[in-house]
């Protein structure tokens, strides 16, 4: 049902009859439902750890359709980013109070929040980086203070996981050298050492990611 409902929002962002229904209550809607449901849980996390094959293929296949919440979630802040650009404003500060908290923290409850706003970067990733964008220019501060420390975490696994995939999708050159070489030796790390399947293979798509966008 709240897949069949985020769908049903995502329309009305999209229709300009419906748009200035939705506008006013947008904040409240991404924070209290869209976030939620891209953020981790005990069930997510139990998965990672009993069956990573299927925990691949539910959370990091982006040929699957699927109708569950989190996938609607997805669609719904990657229509923010394509139609409704001015919007990232309201999602933006709800990322960096969490990344912030669980810097601070570390804790599993702002682990499983980590997860939702490191998917709703990567979801964001192409349409930040563009000229424009209002954090074109901090991008990689936000990978050196944010991502970087995940692919290290050993406590919280699946944060690895997907701190992987969130560099695989920043297809982006990196003008600064040293997080790039702290980025490619994390990632490298990961795809050597890593048992985890989910690791395994996100660690192989970021490689591939850099060094095909940082061919100097």
């Known amino acids: 049902a709240l897949f069949y409902l985020i769908q049903f929002l995502e329309k009305c962002m999209t229709t300009e009859a419906l748009w200035p229904m939705i506008n006013p209550h947008l904040e409240t809607i991404i924070k209290h439902v869209i976030f939620p449901c891209l953020s981790a849980n005990e069930q997510s996390v139990e998965l990672f750890e009993e069956d ?8 990091f296949d982006i040929n699957k359709e699927g109708s569950t919440a989190d996938v609607a979630s997805a ?3 990657f229509v923010i980013g394509h139609k409704r650009f001015g919007e990232v404003n309201k ?3 709800l990322v960096n109070e969490v990344f912030t ?7 599993l409850a702002t682990a499983y929040k980590e997860e939702g706003a490191l998917r709703m970067l990567s ?12 954090v074109s ?3 990689e501060n936000i990978f050196s203070h944010f991502v970087v420390p995940l692919l290290s975490n050993a406590k919280f696994p699946f944060l690895i996981a997907r701190g992987l995939e969130t560099v695989a999708i920043h297809q982006q050159e990196f003008k600064d050298m040293s997080i790039l070489s702290k980025i490619f030796e994390l990632v490298y790390v990961n795809f050597m050492s890593s048992e985890a399947l989910p690791i395994q293979i996100e660690a192989a798509d970021a490689l591939k990611s850099l060094v095909v966008s940082n061919p100097s």
């Open 52 to 59: 990573p094959e299927e925990y691949t293929r539910r959370y």
């Open 91 to 93: 999602i933006l500060p």
């Open 123 to 134: 979801t964001l990733s192409s349409f930040l980086a563009e000229e424009g964008s209002p």
């Open 75 to 77: 669609d719904f802040i």
């Open 101 to 107: 908290e669980f810097a601070n923290k570390g804790d």
């Open 137 to 139: 220019n901090e991008l």
